[in-house]
C-alpha cells in the first residue's frame, strides 16, 4: 500500500517515484480517520508527490450546504483530476459499493459541464486501463 512505500528508510521507489499521487479520504468524522500520522507524514516528506484531501461527511458541508462526501470532495478538484486523467493518470475508488452511483453521477454531471460525453469518456478511462474500482 502506498504509505509503507514511502515511510521506510530510503526506499528506493519513493525516490524514483517523480508523479503524483492523490488521496481522497473519506469518513463521517475526524476521529474514524485511517492513518492519519502516516498519511501527514508522507505528505510533509513528499510534498510535490502527495496530495490529501479528507471528506469528512458529519463535519464538512458540500458546496450545496449537505454533507461532505467523496464525490464532492472531488467535485472540488474536478478541473484539476480531468486533467491529470487526460494526462493518463489512474483514478482508484475502493469502499464500500455504495459511494459509486454518487460518483458516477457526479463524472457524469462534471462530463456534461464540459460537453464530454460521460460514457465514452468512461470507456476510454477503462480501454486505457486508467480506471479502478475494488468496491465491497
Known sequence: VFPPLFLEKD?????????????????????ALLYDDEWQSVKEKFPDNFRLDYALSREQENKKGGKMYIQDKVEEYADEVFTKLD??????????????????DMLKNVCDEKGIGYD??????????QWHVEVY
Open 11 to 31: 526506499p528506493p521507489a519513493a525516490s524514483a517515484y517523480k508523479g503524483q499521487a492523490w488521496l481522497f479520504l473519506g469518513v463521517a468524522n475526524s476521529d
Open 87 to 104: 494526462s493518463g493518470a489512474h483514478i482508484y475508488f475502493c469502499g464500500l459499493k455504495g459511494m459509486m452511483p454518487g460518483i458516477q
Open 120 to 129: 465514452e469518456w468512461l470507456k476510454g478511462l477503462k480501454k486505457n486501463k
